[in-house]
């Protein structure tokens, strides 16, 4: 663990306005933000926890930073045993994740990476989910809110989908897009002040 350094500059490498929301939670304001861009499609057989992993550290590698700057990634995917559910091409995609995730547990793994020159800290986070049997007209009210687009799965837990989740296991957070109480660990690891930071 590296000693606070009250002078690095926090860079977010996501686009997601729900994770700015989430460290924003938690009094962090990123100095910038940076997503990078990267080939983002699974490998031939790739393990769904696997997958996240290289994602996640493949963004971190991507985003440009100077020297008194920390880099923020994140990479969540929703896995159906050992298929990859990534983000729904179009409203059919999305009502075909509903019905397979309809009345069955799943899996929703995040992976958070810190950067800090040449050296990185990374956590992945597991929760369970499961989803209540959803009806037709559940699913088609649903695919009207267009709240799938862009989310894995085709579902936001915080969203209209969130009544359609009985119980989860594991982290509310993580399942949301990035893992508090494990970023803030990183964060800390890493030298970054979370509290006691000056605005």
Request: proline share 7%; charged share 20%; glycine share 10%.
């Amino acid at each position: 663990m590296l000693g606070p350094d009250p002078g690095l500059r926090l860079v977010l490498g996501s686009a997601s306005p729900r994770r700015l929301e989430l460290l924003a939670q938690i009094g962090v304001v990123p100095d910038a933000v940076r997503p990078p861009d990267i080939d983002e499609d699974p490998r031939p057989r790739e393990r769904p926890l696997d997958y996240v992993h290289r994602i996640a550290a493949a963004k971190a590698a991507a985003v440009e930073a100077g020297a008194q700057e920390l880099v923020l990634c994140a990479d969540t995917t929703v896995a159906m045993g050992r298929r990859i559910m990534g983000k729904p091409a179009d409203a059919g995609e999305a009502a075909a994740f509903l019905y397979a995730l309809s009345g069955r547990r799943h899996r929703v793994i995040t992976s958070v990476a810190v950067r800090r020159g040449e050296r990185l800290w990374q956590r992945d986070v597991t929760t369970t989910v499961a989803f209540k049997r959803l009806s037709d007209a559940e699913i088609n009210a649903y695919l009207v809110t267009r709240d799938w687009a862009g989310k894995a799965g085709g579902y936001a837990i915080q969203g209209p989908a969130g009544a359609f989740i009985p119980w989860i296991n594991g982290s509310f957070t993580a399942v949301v897009g990035l893992p508090l109480a494990e970023t803030v660990g990183l964060l800390t690891a890493a030298g970054y002040p979370i509290f006691g930071r000056q605005s």
